[in-house]
């Protein structure tokens, strides 16, 4: 089994930075992509950023030039560097990893909230 915990969220003002962290840990798995996604109220959850074990990554538009997603594969943890936060970025962010079995496992969240 896969545990997957998420840390770095909280209040941070428009146009400021947040760094979110994500840990999977087991045993018996390797990861191949980790990702985040996120879910404002009252709308779907959408994809933020993801990075395959091979460092190939891929954003949303909304998030390109602004966000940046790393991992280090050896402590199966993934980062996301946000700067220039807006309000439309609050919400809750979730990370997910596959294995090479291409099952996926989830975090519980961290909420991210950009406000004045």
């Known amino acids: 089994q896969v545990q997957i915990v998420e840390s770095g969220g909280g209040l941070v003002q428009p146009g400021g930075s947040l760094r979110l962290s994500c840990a999977a840990s087991?045993?018996?798995?390797?990861?191949?992509?980790m990702g985040w996604y996120r879910q404002a109220s009252g709308k779907q959850r959408e994809l933020v950023a993801t990075i395959t074990r091979g460092g190939t990554t891929n954003y949303a538009d909304s998030v390109k030039g602004r966000f940046t997603i790393s991992r280090d594969n050896a402590k199966n943890t993934v980062y996301l560097q946000m700067i220039s936060l807006k309000p439309e970025d609050t919400a809750m962010y979730y990370c997910?990893?596959?294995?090479?079995?291409?099952?996926?496992?989830w975090g519980q969240g961290t909420q991210v909230t950009v406000s004045s």
């Open positions: 997910h990893a596959q294995d090479l079995r291409q099952v996926g496992y």
């Open positions: 087991g045993s018996g798995f390797t990861i191949y992509a």
